[in-house]
């Protein structure tokens, strides 16, 4: 714990975490708003999932271009608009009664808006802390990060259903703009320029560890976006049980990454603690009750945060500096997805099956990522006692002729 208190000691680092965390707060909790939202106005689940997919529409399309602007306009300038559009977008989603394919259309654009601040906060690290604290600090980040995919879930459910969701899905935007806001005004965005790109918009993904890393990182949040709409149809939308299921689920990933924060990153990390994660949410499936679901959860959350940390410290170290901001776009990007995508199709079953239906869907979701992070091992990087920074671009220098 003493080296994550000298990361969070120096300057910057504490502020950047907690700015962008509840900026990022809205990718955790919108699914299950609109979910609700939209399942509470058409009666379907299948309606919701319709929604769910437009906006996963708009972040695919968006998450990798508005990254790399930042390096052609500024990480600030692109930030603020962004952050403006899908404010607007969500608000009216909230508050106007609207047709479902005008709902569908209104979810496209708040997808197409959505800020690209988990890139950008990426691409700032390296810049705050030294080379051995770099893959502690990602470590760090994916540990706080499960307040985002797994606590959002959490207040989005709690408020949705003793509230209403439009109080959920404001808060969202709340969330948007007070952390967006404050991510902004942080100086260390001001003094971190991403240098533009010299290569086509998506050479990156010619790094294998980047398409790794968006596939992995879309299939395990799919998987966990799927438990949670199977926990929410277990108990019943106005069911506190749910809340509670969920913060297990978020302490036993707390948990997980803290303790595995300073292990060695080799080329099976990211398959052992997918299994990790699949094993516990496989075995849910077993008792659709209260305790035993809690048990499976807390197995299962003890992988997450270790396994997004090894997806964030092997993009970092396999590509430039100039790259880092569209590398984590793509990633973003199949994180985003997975969540819009693992609701939608864990919707769908829930309709035809209940709520094993849920957890049906996640177990498949968790066993494709496993196998793929097995399977394309060898194209992970061994960072055992190696720098996990991005690699430093480098210029021509010009000479004169002798």
């Given at each position: 714990?003493?080296?994550?208190?000298?990361?969070?000691?120096?300057?910057g680092?504490?502020?950047?975490?907690?700015?962008?965390?509840?900026?990022r707060?809205?990718g955790?909790?919108?699914?299950?708003?609109?979910?609700?939202?939209?399942?509470?106005?058409?009666?379907?689940y299948?309606?919701?999932?319709?929604?769910?997919a437009?906006?996963?529409i708009?972040?695919?399309v968006?998450?990798?271009?508005?990254?790399?602007?930042m390096?052609a306009?500024?990480?600030r300038?692109?930030?603020?608009l962004?952050i403006?559009?899908?404010?607007?977008?969500?608000?009216v989603?909230?508050?106007?009664?609207?047709?479902?394919?005008?709902?569908m259309?209104?979810a496209?654009?708040?997808?197409?808006?959505?800020?690209?601040?988990?890139?950008?906060?990426r691409?700032?690290?390296?810049?705050?802390?030294?080379?051995?604290q770099?893959?502690p600090?990602?470590?760090?980040?994916?540990?706080a990060?499960?307040?985002?995919?797994?606590?959002g879930?959490?207040?989005?459910?709690?408020?949705?259903?003793?509230?209403?969701?439009?109080?959920?899905l404001l808060?969202c935007?709340?969330?948007?703009?007070?952390?967006g806001v404050?991510?902004?005004?942080?100086?260390?965005v001001g003094?971190?320029?991403?240098?533009?790109?010299?290569?086509?918009?998506?050479?990156?993904?010619?790094?294998?560890?980047?398409v790794?890393?968006?596939?992995?990182?879309?299939?395990l949040?799919?998987?966990?976006?799927?438990v949670?709409?199977?926990?929410?149809?277990t108990?019943?939308?106005?069911?506190?049980?749910?809340?509670?299921?969920?913060?297990?689920?978020?302490?036993g990933?707390?948990?997980?990454g803290?303790?595995l924060?300073?292990?060695?990153?080799s080329p099976?990390?990211?398959?052992?603690?997918?299994?990790?994660?699949?094993?516990?949410t496989?075995?849910?499936?077993?008792?659709?009750?209260f305790?035993?679901?809690?048990?499976a959860?807390?197995v299962?959350?003890?992988?997450?945060?270790?396994?997004l940390?090894?997806?964030f410290?092997?993009?970092?170290?396999?590509v430039?500096?100039?790259?880092?901001?569209?590398a984590?776009?793509w990633?973003?990007?199949?994180?985003?997805?997975?969540?819009?995508?693992?609701?939608?199709?864990?919707?769908f079953?829930?309709?035809?099956?209940?709520?094993i239906?849920?957890f049906?869907?996640?177990?498949?979701f968790g066993?494709?990522?496993?196998a793929?992070?097995?399977?394309?091992?060898?194209?992970?990087?061994?960072?055992?006692?190696r720098?996990?920074?991005?690699?430093?671009d480098?210029?021509?220098?010009?000479?004169?002729?002798?």
């Amino acid at each position: 714990m003493s080296g994550y208190l000298e990361i969070l000691r120096t300057p910057g680092v504490a502020r950047l975490i907690a700015a962008q965390l509840t900026a990022r707060m809205p990718g955790g909790m919108l699914s299950l708003s609109l979910l609700i939202h939209t399942e509470q106005r058409f009666g379907t689940y299948a309606s919701a999932g319709l929604v769910l997919a437009a906006t996963s529409i708009g972040q695919a399309v968006s998450g990798p271009l508005t990254s790399r602007w930042m390096g052609a306009w500024g990480m600030r300038r692109v930030i603020s608009l962004t952050i403006a559009v899908c404010a607007v977008a969500l608000t009216v989603l909230a508050i106007v009664p609207l047709p479902l394919p005008a709902m569908m259309a209104i979810a496209l654009v708040s997808g197409l808006a959505y800020p690209p601040i988990q890139p950008a906060v990426r691409t700032i690290y390296p810049k705050l802390v030294n080379s051995r604290q770099l893959t502690p600090l990602f470590s760090l980040d994916a540990s706080a990060q499960e307040l985002i995919w797994v606590s959002g879930p959490v207040i989005a459910t709690f408020l949705a259903t003793q509230v209403s969701p439009v109080a959920a899905l404001l808060l969202c935007v709340a969330c948007l703009v007070g952390g967006g806001v404050w991510f902004v005004a942080s100086p260390e965005v001001g003094r971190v320029r991403i240098p533009p790109s010299r290569r086509r918009l998506g050479a990156v993904l010619t790094r294998p560890t980047v398409v790794l890393a968006t596939v992995t990182g879309f299939l395990l949040v799919a998987s966990f976006a799927a438990v949670e709409a199977g926990v929410v149809a277990t108990f019943g939308e106005g069911g506190a049980e749910s809340g509670i299921v969920l913060a297990i689920w978020s302490i036993g990933s707390l948990i997980g990454g803290l303790l595995l924060g300073n292990v060695g990153i080799s080329p099976w990390s990211l398959a052992r603690r997918m299994l990790v994660v699949l094993i516990g949410t496989a075995a849910a499936m077993a008792i659709l009750d209260f305790w035993w679901l809690s048990i499976a959860l807390l197995v299962s959350g003890l992988g997450i945060a270790p396994a997004l940390a090894v997806m964030f410290a092997s993009v970092s170290a396999t590509v430039k500096f100039s790259e880092t901001a569209e590398a984590y776009g793509w990633v973003g990007t199949g994180q985003l997805i997975g969540a819009a995508i693992g609701s939608a199709v864990a919707g769908f079953m829930i309709d035809g099956m209940d709520a094993i239906g849920g957890f049906l869907a996640a177990t498949a979701f968790g066993v494709l990522g496993t196998a793929v992070a097995a399977i394309f091992h060898r194209h992970q990087p061994d960072l055992r006692g190696r720098d996990a920074s991005p690699i430093a671009d480098t210029e021509p220098v010009p000479t004169q002729p002798s």
